[in-house]
């Protein structure tokens, strides 16, 4: 008995071994794919994602940091603490998460968990609907640059955003709601810019390097024929199109390649909704990424409540699009074509340059603080 126990306690470690020893193993065997899939993925970091993001990030940062946030959800701090069962604080980072982007919402509730404004069953809450694409990557990006078409764009975040709201109040439903003034530790407004623009640095080189760690996955998955049987699999038990089982899958494991896909086999907008409401593996570590400490939610509730999100999403798109003129919404790009980035790779890099140059001067500044 003893001797099985402590086999089951090495069956972990040894499935871990042999997950990294496959994929050293194709990582040497398809070189090449692996180059093209990691320059896809820096790609889109450059021109999409960091000029899009970061500036989001820096403000929701900025409204936690300065307590510019409390003093602008005000107006809202009502209907936060009896819809939500948050406490008024709460109000703008909610707002944020939704207009900002994926992990404005996590970066958000991680800082005011730290500051004691928040319990740690109210920040894991707010992970329950605060996971949210953001308007600048799907109205610009996906709707006016990938389908050409802005009213797909608002139809594709209204659809998310409808169907987050609807998730905040069912989360809220078992929650207490939280006194109207809350005790907190006093915050510093002095150096909120500098503290926040060195989080939203630190912020964006983790998606970054996640995007890209996930882009060169992706392309292991196709190289190795791993990708196409997964896509088999699923289609029998599926009530999807293998062309659109596909691009589902290629979704569950990161946003953009699914959208790429998606265009690809020319899907249907609400399994971009699921797509864009799930957020896939690769937003979800990111996520994980910005608590510094223990997550404050159960990771499979976590996983439960996105795919609920992305199935809410596609059922809110079908009845928008059944009301919109016609009955259908069509979009201008052919498939198999992504339109041009509203932004350059240049200026990017340069973006992303200058968030590494500000980290290792801050990293500078604090040790010699540390010294003195």
């Known amino acids: 008995m003893e001797m099985a126990r402590r086999l089951c306690r090495r069956i972990p470690g040894v499935l871990g071994a042999l997950g990294v020893l496959l994929l050293a193993m194709a990582l040497l065997s398809f070189p090449e794919e692996v180059k093209d899939g990691v320059r896809a993925s820096v790609l889109y970091c450059l021109t999409a994602l960091i000029p899009s993001l970061f500036p989001f990030m ?9 307590g510019a946030g409390e003093l602008l959800g005000r107006p809202l701090a009502f209907p936060t603490r009896w819809g939500f069962r948050l406490p008024g604080c709460c109000a703008a980072p909610v707002i944020m998460s939704f207009l900002g982007g994926y992990p404005a ?10 500051q004691g404004k928040i319990t740690r069953e109210q920040a894991g809450r707010m992970m329950l609907f605060c996971v949210n694409p ?8 996906l709707g006016g640059g990938v389908l050409g078409s802005y009213q797909a764009g608002w139809l594709l975040f209204f659809s998310v955003t409808l169907s987050g709201l609807l998730l905040g109040l069912l989360s809220g439903l078992r929650g207490k709601i939280p006194p109207k003034k809350q005790e907190a530790r006093p915050i510093k407004i002095g150096g909120a810019l500098v503290r926040s623009v060195s989080g939203a640095a630190q912020s ?3 998606m970054c390097a996640c995007i890209v760690s996930f882009g060169a996955l992706s392309t292991l998955l196709h190289a190795t024929g791993a990708y196409q049987a997964l896509v088999r699999l699923l289609d029998a038990q599926s009530f999807l199109t293998p062309l659109e089982t596909a691009a589902a899958l290629s979704f569950l494991l990161e946003v953009t390649g699914g959208v790429g896909d998606a265009v690809r086999f020319h899907a249907g907008l609400p399994l971009y909704a699921f797509g864009l409401a799930f957020g896939g593996l690769c937003v979800h570590l990111q996520v994980f990424a910005m608590f510094p400490g223990e997550f404050p939610l159960k990771k499979w509730l976590f996983f439960l409540f996105r795919l609920i999100h992305g199935l809410l999403s596609a059922i809110c798109c079908q009845l928008l699009c059944r009301l919109l003129p016609g009955g259908t919404l069509e979009t201008a790009a052919p498939i198999g074509t992504v339109q041009a980035f509203s932004s350059t790779a240049a200026g990017g890099l340069s973006l992303l340059l200058l968030c590494a140059a500000f980290l290792v001067a801050v990293g500078k500044e604090g040790n010699k603080k540390l010294h003195q």
Not at 58 to 66: D, G
Not at 134 to 141: M, R
């Open 58 to 66: 820096v403000l929701s940062c900025l409204m936690v940091q300065s």
């Open 105 to 114: 919402g996590a970066r958000s509730a991680a800082l005011l968990l730290e």
């Open 134 to 141: 953001g308007t600048a990557f799907v109205v610009t990006y």
């Open 204 to 206: 964006v080189l983790i």
